[in-house]
């Protein structure tokens, strides 16, 4: 079946540094991919939809410039967290679904998750 | 605008009990419904789905049944077991949209 991985699954970095995290769907072209965040208990927010090959759409209140999105090709999307700060440590998630498949269900990396120090 | 309610947890249940979560949305249009599980740690994987009225979708002895006419989708398991530990979450996916909308999730824990 389709897999989406993701990398790493946890990252731990000191206050202002960034933090790249990836995103692969291996079996499959995905043109749009979507990254969530998730406080523990809690549920996913959406942060933002990863277009390939233009811009990321960020949901409101989401900072564009902290939540750098790249998504290069069709196969695999970036979520950078720069000058990270303490409160940045969350869970990350991405996910995908495969290209033109109406009501395909999303497929879910593992996670990353950050820690702030 | 798209939800998706949730019964609230943690729900804690002993070996072999039987299960229910229930999960009502709002919608647009026709949407397709989805119960996705996440284990400790992991990101979520999916449990089963629905895309239209009167659907069953069932996988390791979960069902849900999408009834358009109370806008539910209750997730249930006759006979759970220690390793269904986990949290679950109802999801929906309607019209043009891609992303899906999520409910808050539900701890489960099952006892020996």
Redesign the interface.
């Known amino acids: 079946g389709a897999v989406v991985s993701?990398h790493p699954s946890w990252v731990i970095c000191k206050s202002g540094t960034s933090v790249k995290i990836e995103c692969r769907s291996l079996d499959f072209q995905a043109t749009?991919m979507?990254w969530y965040r998730q406080f523990p208990?809690?549920?996913?927010m959406?942060m933002a939809?990863s277009n390939e090959g233009s811009k990321a759409t960020y949901e409101q209140g989401v900072e564009k410039d902290k939540f750098l999105i790249n998504h290069a090709s069709l196969t695999l999307s970036t979520l950078t967290v720069t000058s990270a700060h303490p409160e940045d440590s969350s869970f990350y998630?991405c996910?995908a679904?495969r290209q033109g498949v109406g009501?395909s269900?999303?497929?879910?990396?593992?996670?990353t998750?950050l820690t702030v120090t | 605008g798209n939800s998706v309610t949730q019964m609230e947890g943690p729900v804690t249940l002993s070996e072999e009990a039987f299960l229910t979560i229930n999960c009502t949305y709002t919608a647009t249009g026709y949407p397709s419904l989805f119960w996705y599980v996440q284990y400790p740690g992991e990101g979520l994987q999916l449990l089963l789905k629905a895309t239209k009225a009167d659907d069953k979708g069932s996988n390791k002895g979960f069902e849900a049944t999408y009834r358009k006419e109370t806008t539910s989708f209750h997730l249930e398991k006759g006979s759970v077991q220690v390793s269904d530990s986990a949290v679950y979450f109802c999801a929906l996916i309607s019209g043009s949209a891609r992303q899906l909308t999520f409910g808050s999730g539900t701890q489960l824990t099952v006892l020996p």
């Open positions: 993701q749009t979507f208990k809690q549920s996913l959406l939809t998630i996910s679904s009501g269900p999303l497929h879910f990396g593992n996670g998750r």
